[in-house]
């Protein structure tokens, strides 16, 4: 295990996050949280964070002429100077062996004024570099932005980095100079989380297959050295549903996290190191 700080995790505050069908994840961006499910069609829901989390009444809808476009979102890549990324991640059979994994590029501005898709698609790119889903979240890497995702089983999974500007324009992630280079990691991902401050890449995990909370810290440079999953700490948390979404809330001591029950299903964290 890594020697770096060794955060752990406790949940501070429970409360019921609603109509977001079942959540699939968090962002924390310019002030505001945002938490996305795949209710009768893909849904974002914008919330400010003091002791609880409260909704302003903004909500937005991953669909293009009413259609449902982005069903199952998994991950929103935000950085707020490259294009943003969002994931949709479809399990085709019930084994989970079989999968449907697309990146989309959206003009995050226009959706923010719009709060549908239309006019605001960039592209879309299908994940089949991947190995079971895509959860695309921006890390820094050699000092340049990337596309990091992970894959969500039991064994053979990666974490991936891919290059932004080639991703843009990608129909295909397994086109040439898109992947940048890739990293083992361990099973059950759900979501990534990146830690500027220090260097770190957080697995969004269930201890078991969609059940049990788990955040995996990782050193992100080691990993990518190494090829395999550099774990600085292991936080379990006691809670026994199926952990989606976790971001920290613009600094290091303060989370949030959410699963995909209907109620109880987003905790503030407070983060020690």
Request: with cysteine; glycine share 8%.
């Amino acid at each position: 295990m890594n020697t770096q700080a060794q955060p752990r995790s406790a949940v501070r505050h429970l409360q019921t996050l609603d109509s977001l069908g079942a959540a699939q994840g968090v962002a924390y961006i310019q002030g505001q949280l945002f938490a996305y499910g795949d209710r009768e069609v893909g849904v974002m829901r914008a919330y400010t964070v003091t002791d609880t989390l409260k909704y302003l009444h903004r909500e937005y809808q991953f669909t293009v002429d009413g259609k449902n476009l982005i069903n199952h979102p998994t991950g929103i890549a935000w950085n707020g100077s490259s294009p943003t990324f969002v994931g949709n991640t479809v399990r085709l059979n019930k084994e989970g062996t079989q999968w449907k994994a697309v990146i989309h590029a959206v003009d995050w501005d226009g959706l923010m004024r719009t709060k549908t898709l239309d006019g605001n698609l960039l592209a879309t790119i299908e994940d089949d570099a991947c190995i079971q889903g895509t959860r695309p979240e921006y890390v820094r890497y050699k000092d340049k932005w990337m596309v990091a995702t992970a894959d969500y089983g039991p064994q053979g999974n990666e974490v991936r980095l891919y290059d932004p500007e080639k991703l843009l324009t990608a129909k295909k992630t397994s086109e040439k100079g898109v992947l940048i280079g890739k990293f083992s990691c361990s099973p059950w991902v759900q979501n990534l989380h990146w830690i500027p401050e220090k260097g770190m890449l957080v697995l969004v995990q269930n201890q078991i297959e969609g059940r049990r909370w788990r955040l995996t810290f990782l050193n992100l440079e080691a990993s990518m050295e190494s090829g395999e999953e550099a774990v600085v700490n292991v936080a379990d948390i006691d809670r026994g549903d199926e952990l989606e979404g976790f971001t920290l809330l613009g600094d290091t001591s303060n989370g949030v996290a959410i699963s995909s029950s209907r109620k109880n299903n987003a905790a503030l964290l407070d983060i020690q190191w």
